[in-house]
């Protein structure tokens, strides 16, 4: 008997010691983490060597492998830069912090001339349905981090809006892609340059209006799925877009109030989709995307408009979980890239368009490393995420 009660509060320990954290250096651990996932596509690019360097895992049942092939380089800094942004765009932390970020962002301004310059090696394709995609990462990182946007220089600054403008020649599929031209317009607005306000209202009023299916999630077009989207793109889109336009234009302000009780349901969704040893359910498409799947979740904390029943220090302990989870296994990485796989190579979970390059949506998860090193999501003492607490049987 004895024996047996030792055993159960082992068992009931061990989510405990899975989640267990020190405040004090778990901001450091996410730096190393958004270190290994970023520095190969960002120093290559700065470089003018990523073309040259990055190797493209295709999936293996790739639709169009060519244009896959060719669109990887930009999905792959797009993804990352849009994770990494707030953070480029924030100031101090550790003496270790301060040199990495300076570092991070030499070579993001870098990058980002090399990857608009048509003279350079690694310039981008820009023009074309999938490259719509990730010109709206590329915009959203640009949002989420004025300072890049100011210390680029007047050239960089021309070829840029040349490469985003050439994007208005595609027509979006009818669902979330609304939003990626949305977006694209949304950092025209945001650095006072020529917008298109239709492509930004008409992807709003369609969610707003046609595409809320209740509980916290939206439809993505006009038939609903259970995967990640509203994370991926949806929610993060439509809060980030509207924050653009805030004292600019004022036409989407009867949105706002819906929106926030939208986005708070679902970051209470997504806090409890994740387990208790960082693990969450295997659904729907580009699963490979990894800890991207709480794209949604990760921004309202750099927000600071996570609900008010969840403190900020659960949702570390859970997105951390969820990172080591996804990027610890044995195989996440092939000499110092991410290949395809959710818990280590899993070239079978791949969707026709996933590549190399998508992957690298898994930065998002790193959005709060853009909140002040003594923000309460980092200082306050641990807490236990929703199901680690129903999982220890508390009430």
Not at 91 to 107: A, H, K, Q, T
Not at 185 to 214: C, M, Q, S, T
Not at 235 to 240: D, G, I, V
Not at 349 to 356: G, I, Q, S
Request: proline fraction near 6%.
């Amino acid at each position: 008997m004895l024996k047996h009660s030792f055993l159960n509060l082992i068992f009931l320990l061990i989510p405990l010691l899975l989640s267990a954290q020190n405040p004090e250096n778990t901001r450091d651990q996410w730096l190393e983490y958004m270190d290994e996932v970023a520095r190969p596509v960002m120093s290559n690019l700065a470089d003018d060597q990523l073309k040259e360097n990055m190797p493209v895992e295709l999936s293996i049942r790739s639709d169009y492998p060519e244009m896959r092939e060719r669109v990887a380089y930009l999905e792959a800094f797009a993804r990352t830069l849009s994770g990494i942004a707030p953070w480029l765009d924030s100031e101090g932390g550790s003496p270790y912090e301060v040199e990495l970020r300076n570092e991070y962002r030499g070579w993001a301004l870098q990058g980002i001339g090399n990857a608009t310059d048509p003279e350079k090696n690694d310039y981008f394709v820009w023009e074309g349905h999938q490259p719509l995609v990730d010109a709206s990462f590329f915009a959203l990182g640009m949002v989420r981090s004025p300072w890049l946007w100011e210390n680029l220089d007047e050239q960089t600054q021309k070829n840029v809006i040349t490469a985003l403008e050439s994007t208005r020649s595609t027509i979006p599929i009818y669902s979330n892609w609304l939003l990626f031209t949305g977006m694209i317009e949304a950092f025209f607005a945001k650095y006072d340059l020529p917008y298109d306000a239709v492509r930004i209202d008409y992807g709003i009023r369609e969610f707003a209006n046609h595409w809320y299916a209740g509980d916290g999630m939206f439809t993505d077009g006009e038939g609903f799925a259970m995967d990640y989207y509203n994370s991926y793109v949806i929610q993060p889109y439509l809060t980030n877009i509207l924050d653009a336009l805030d004292g600019k234009d004022d036409r989407f302000n009867w949105f706002r109030p819906k929106l926030e009780e939208i986005t708070e349901t679902y970051a209470d969704i997504q806090e409890r989709s994740i387990h208790s040893d960082g693990s969450f359910p295997v659904q729907g498409r580009s699963i490979v995307y990894r800890g991207g799947a709480f794209h949604h979740l990760a921004d309202m904390a750099l927000r600071q408009k996570l609900p008010g029943s969840m403190e900020p220090a659960q949702v570390r302990g859970a997105l951390t979980a969820v990172i080591q989870k996804t990027l610890d296994p044995p195989g996440t990485f092939k000499d110092g890239w991410l290949i395809i796989g959710l818990s280590g190579h899993q070239p079978e979970l791949a969707d026709v368009y996933n590549n190399t390059g998508s992957l690298y949506i898994c930065s998002t998860i790193f959005l709060p490393l853009g909140l002040p090193a003594d923000d309460p999501f980092w200082t306050d003492p641990d807490a236990p995420w929703t199901s680690v607490r129903i999982w220890e049987g508390e009430d």
